[in-house]
């Protein structure tokens, strides 16, 4: 029996969620998410957001979220900002380029954008020749397992502003950020720094779902148009609905991440006590130590994991994904192992 | 309280189907329709077509699963023919244009695309200043009730062989045509006669999920690169695997199908027997009968229904959906209203 | 020799434009539409339409033109309104539906859209499940030779006004239009009740080019971007200055046009007179007449034009079209031949 | 009066092409490329490339050409690798992006793809999540100057053939490549090598149009279709084919580039004498000579040029470009003038 850290969505949804929708089941709902309980899910999270303003949409997945807010908010010629790791220019099959768009990919070590990096952007993108920056994406906590201190999203807020650009958060993986040890970010935050930004269910105990919030009145206009027109539009929408409600009731959003985080805790305290190093320098659900290749073959008898990447010559990097599902069992199995 | 015959997605998913995706909740599943549930689902798909070598692929939406077989399907240059009335022309909001393509609307009175609508269609379309028709999309049962005949379907097949266009059936309705009591098609028929269809569960008992079978191996190579680049590719599909693993296990996709029929076979029936007409000659689970401007007003208070169109001064049609989960109740407190 | 009437770019350019670009030939320019001739012509377009504020953009082709101009107005989920026979529905191979957008075709028997056509298309489309109509098309003269009068453009005006609809008129063929014996329209009309325009170069006597006249100034902003990113950004722009500026520098533009009408009207009166009838009831230059089979046979071994359609068992309607080349010899040799 | 060494496109066409596009104003042809005159230049391409196969396409202008061609060879989600230099990632507004597809940009310091950075390219991409590389694209000579040699293609050619990806040249600046005195290439070696390349007038010699020559037969069917979709099929087609008939038929072609290379020499090696050094080592009509800031102000008094880029603190680049009308008056009081 193979325990996987391959990924946060290995599991089905937290047994509250489920009991939800089971609740609910036979009740008629109206269809295409203008039911009550989408309605109360976005009641919800204005008010965790503190924001009376923000539209809310629940939509099924990160890259339909991703690929439906960048082309709502760019004109035809206009391109997206992102780290060169940002899961838009690796990994979402040309998602956004499928929808015309250019994704201009600054080199980030750390996979997290600097007003500097926006700055070489700008500088280099001057005429008519050029694709015209006016987003800037960024992830949090990143796709290597780092995060955004408040700091950092204030300074890439105030360039945006300076310079016309919308800030959009791609969070997925917001809640291993929210709630990881070193954290200074609230939504309220978020809110207040971002133009429009996403609430990751999938990875954080839901079935599937994406809470997409917008923050800028310039990008809500006619969006369940974009929604759609791009087949995201789910028929039977209260089960997003359901599944938002029930995150942001009890404060099961905030328990779930900080479950994945404590053990991606107890396993990062582990291997630091072996002696082992990583590649980057996470603080949330995801982790990149470094293995002998000998090492890594032993362990992918027993777990299954991704690959990162070669470090040298007898060694490479692994992606350990912890989750809210993921057991006391399997972290200590692996310490064992290792 | 007002029971609503609205659309064939007003409630959750079939109790059996809910139980099965309760069981496999805390397993951990390969993500991206990778998992077992989903590769079984599939050999039952084919097993039911007779046909080894379709390849299956399983979708949150409808809208999606259209948009990404016709743009898999065409160059650049290319349009897909469809029924003026066709989901594809009218309810997408634009979803095939925006993916480049031009649907060639033929109007079709009663739903259906026949031979000399499609001749009329290439006829006109004669040089490399207009598009090239290279698609015939039909749905099954139609968007007004209506379904094809054997005969009807293998005309299309044959046309389309000739003139090298690909046949796509749109099932978002299949089980209701196929379980209808003037059907005589089967879906080894369809496999055999179209180049690629899908099997709706999203209005036949599942939370969501249609399943498209590709026949034709033009249309086969890469298509998961199609599914992810529309963001359709669902992290946890092994949800969609679980959901047609119990509609094809045990005959439960025209279980569901055939109770709709016959709750809309009720209602057809009162109402021909009290003297009501219809727009549309449907046979399926959508009826339209035609009632007075009082009588709708009077209707509207106890039960939920779309208005189809305006018939004359003082009366309209109304568009009646009844589903796998439609209640005797129901169906006898509208006749019992009329 | 066969003498052409197949269309009204079948020969160069006026003499007086060559010349002028024979003159210019060693010049050094600036490149990409930056130069002195263009920005002359510009304001030479900007005096006849009394409209100091228009923006004038000088594009190579009509499709181009069309396309660039349709995706600047319209947001992904927005559509064009145009006559089923309009040339952007018809004749530019799917150019707009590749740009994403879907044109919504109404029938206009006499090739013009009416307030009650632009109604019906809006009373259509209702919500987020269909396309949003934006903007309105229309072709004067129209691509079966009919024109708009001022009346019937101060209608569309004011409905496009009241309904937050672009209006926008592809002139290709203005010149014939403007210059025909019923016309009752000037540049100055079309400027204040259109949002957007373009003035055909290449059916009025020069190589090539269109010149874009931007009226709403929310079609402006960042225009050359888009011109650029669809490849219609001239290398050698001044081409187009030069020629413009000919055009519109001593009423050559309309002179043109006057002789291409006046051949047609010479070709119409004889027709007539002969008792010949006409498929449309066109006022420009171009003429639909109808000739039995035999007769067809007979002028095509002599002239060149295309077959507009079949009108019964034995006639059919052709297409004859002048241009300001077109010779008093090859007119008077047509009618001689019928 | 300043001198303007900008592009090489500053002045109109060569005498020889002007007078013949004078004589055959007046003469009727048939439109959209499809008369005489196109059919003999495009004879005398596929004569001078020996090839009877390839299919020759006159299209305006590069970047047209460019999205075309690749818009044409990919699916939905495959991508075309480029120099980072290259003209499509930089320099066309997005253009490839707004067809839909990803642009893959490796560093190359001199301009220059190679089979290992086309590898590096390859392994990267593995899977469904990211988009498929399918398409080479190479400059000849480079956006910096610089060119390939024989072998450096055939490599190229080898690796493209072994992995299934189409090799594509973009031959805007051909003719300076094919005259630079350190080329071995041909314009046969280039169609035995190639799957599509095109052979720039523009910046040769011509008002204007590139010759797209296709090799590949997977290119080639109803290329046409995608010729007038993006707008790019001149009514007056002849223009071109008169212009390319020039250009091939008395070797017009190698003439004006050979100018062009001899001008840029004269400039390179007063220069270097001087002792200049320059950004880049080109060998064709395009120099990178590096001044000091004084220098530059001062130059730019008499000669217009473009900034290439900052060096140090003192100096910067700048790019002189030469071409088939650049005069030795010009040269010289360059060389006087620094």
Redesign the interface.
Known sequence: MV??F??D?????H?RI?ES??K????????YSLDCHTEHAARLIRKEIQCENAEVHLI?????????TI??AL???Q?VISASTGHIN??????I???????LAMPAADGKLTPALIQEALDFHTD?????PKMVYISNSTEIGTQYKKAEVEALHHICRQKGLYLFMDGARLGSALTSSVNDLTLEDIARLTDVFYIGG??NGA??GEALVIINDALKP?F?????????????GW?LGIQFEELFQNHLFYELATHANEMADQLKKALIAKGYSFAYDSTTNQLFPIFSDEKIACLEKEFSFNIDKRVDEAHRSIRLVTSW?TTQEGVQAFIGAV
Chains 1, 2, 3, 4 share one sequence.
């Open positions: 325990y996987s391959t990924n969505y290995s599991e089905g949804a047994p489920l929708l089971m609910s089941n036979l009740i008629q709902h109206t269809g099924v997945g990160g890259t339909q979220t991703n690929l439906i082309c709502t004109r035809p010629f391109a690796v990994h979402e099959t040309g998602a380029e499928a929808t015309g768009h250019k994704v008519e020749h050029m694709v015209q999938t990875k079935l599937f006619d369940r148009f974009m929604i759609k027109q791009r087949g995201a539009m789910l028929a039977k089960l599902a």
